[in-house]
């Protein structure tokens, strides 16, 4: 069987392909790294390859795009991510256990300083820490284009629901499109609402409900909504469900609809949205009601049916909502 040989010299005077790579190949190789999330917390990071040779250290450390999804492991390092950067848009994702009561919150300070060039903002923890952390959320974001915040319960006492202030973003957040709260809750008149094309709302308990006009008024003010989710969001204690004088609410442009929580509340609700037959025809609605094993449900699926036989006219036999 025939072999090559190749003499040290000669290999040392060979040019591996990956070498003569552009720069700008190879930060795009590398971005696929940077935005992917370890599996693990002890995992191979993407910033090992600034450790392979003195060339690919140099254009990745001088290429801000791929230091834009903010790491949190150390105050340190969140402030090198952020010197890096430059002037990049900011990916900012932060772990459950950052906003810990008693956490070191150093390196959420230094990350939410640079608000208004923060594109993504997830926000996880307790209603408290989420206050340490409030001022920041009062700077203008210009770049802003989603935001979730989820607030997770001290313990298994009957926490209230961290309310969103009104004045957030300072009222400037032009690019925001896509808005999710979970125990969090805003009200109708904020500023940053009217620009949303997606919204999603989850409330596990009564303690964050909304009364019906209440959602029907935040419901109103974007005016592009593609796409809601509302879980557990109205409160279907006493009467207040139904007792709005809100009129229906058009969402000409909704494509998405998915609906969680007691068939009162889901009914009344679908009662007072408005959507075209056109939009109606391109769209996705799903409704799982929570008591939809019960008796008292039957008249909840009626009012579905009754819903559904409105909005489909012409459409044929095939099924609007998925009532699950």
Not at 167 to 173: L, M, S
């Amino acid at each position: 069987m025939a072999s090559a040989y190749i003499q040290p010299s000669e290999m040392s005077q060979t040019t591996p392909p990956v070498a003569r790579l552009p720069p700008e190949i190879l930060c795009h190789i590398f971005s696929y790294l940077s935005t992917r999330p370890p599996p693990h917390h002890d995992s191979w990071m993407w910033q090992t390859v600034t450790h392979v040779c003195m060339s690919w250290r140099a254009i990745a450390i001088a290429s801000p795009l791929l230091w834009t999804h903010v790491d949190f492991r150390s105050y340190e390092w969140t402030r090198e991510f952020l010197r890096r950067s430059q002037s990049a848009p900011l990916y900012v994702h932060t772990q459950d256990h950052l906003l810990q009561p008693g956490g070191d919150l150093a390196s959420i300070h230094w990350a939410l300083e640079e608000m208004p060039r923060i594109r993504e903002l997830h926000l996880v923890g307790h209603p408290d820490t989420l206050e340490a952390v409030e001022e920041h959320l009062l700077q203008a974001a210009p770049q802003l284009e989603t935001l979730t915040i989820s607030v997770t319960p001290r313990g298994k006492g009957h926490d209230p629901a961290y309310v969103l202030s009104r004045d957030v973003f300072d009222g400037h957040a032009p690019r925001l499109r896509r808005l999710s709260l979970r125990m969090c809750c805003i009200e109708p008149s904020m500023p940053i609402l009217p620009g949303l094309t997606h919204l999603s709302m989850d409330v596990p308990d009564a303690r964050g409900s909304y009364h019906m006009g209440t959602l029907l008024e935040i419901l109103s003010q974007p005016t592009r909504l593609e796409a809601v989710v509302i879980k557990g969001a109205v409160t279907d204690g006493e009467t207040r469900i139904c007792d709005t004088d809100h009129g229906a609410v058009s969402l000409p442009r909704l494509s998405s609809l998915r609906l969680s929580g007691s068939t009162a509340a889901c009914t009344h609700l679908l009662a007072h949205l408005s959507i075209p037959r056109s939009a109606v025809r391109r769209s996705s609605y799903r409704i799982l009601l929570a008591d939809n094993k019960d008796d008292n449900a039957s008249d909840g699926l009626d009012l579905l049916d009754s819903v559904e036989r409105e909005t489909s006219d012409g459409m044929g036999s095939e099924s609007i909502w998925t009532v699950t």
